[in-house]
């Protein structure tokens, strides 16, 4: 055999070992390929329950809010109403009110000032008896 042939030979042998390791990937690949696709279809299959459930919990959600709606409507007409109330007595009752409470108030101080008086009048009259009784 001659030189030539030794490298044809060498070459032939590298290229199948080339060829197999080529081969050995791409079928690990394909089995990864599957196994992703397998994973994907599974992911599909396992998502609509998923999107349905979501759809029922929001449809759930949407009709609790409707009713949380009426419920600040009704809460913001009581409002309205307790401030037209309390206004209505305010402007009715809550002058006389004032002027009753004021009135009180003058009368009570008067007559603390007065029973002040009378009590340091007392006293200066008993100290006087004290002092003419010792002499």
Do not use: C
């Not at 791409?26 to 329950?49: F, G």
């Not at 709606?69 to 809550?94: E, I, R």
Request: proline residues 1%; hydrophobic residues 45%; glycine residues 8%.
């Amino acid at each position: 055999m001659s030189a030539g042939e030794w490298a044809a030979l060498i070459a032939s042998g590298a290229f199948a070992l080339l060829t197999v390791f080529l081969i050995i990937t791409l079928i690990k690949v394909m089995r990864t390929v599957d196994e992703a696709t397998i994973a994907i279809r599974k992911a599909h299959m396992n998502t609509d329950p998923i999107f349905t459930g979501a759809n029922t919990t929001l449809n759930h959600v949407n009709t609790q809010l409707d009713r949380v709606d009426g419920m600040t409507a009704n809460v913001q007409a009581v409002t309205g109403n307790v401030s037209a109330l309390s206004s209505v007595f305010t402007a009715t009752l809550g002058g006389p009110l004032v002027k009753v409470a004021a009135f009180s108030y003058g009368i009570n101080r008067a007559l603390k000032a007065r029973r002040k008086a009378k009590a340091e009048g007392e006293g200066k009259h008993s100290r006087r008896g004290r002092k003419e009784a010792r002499r």
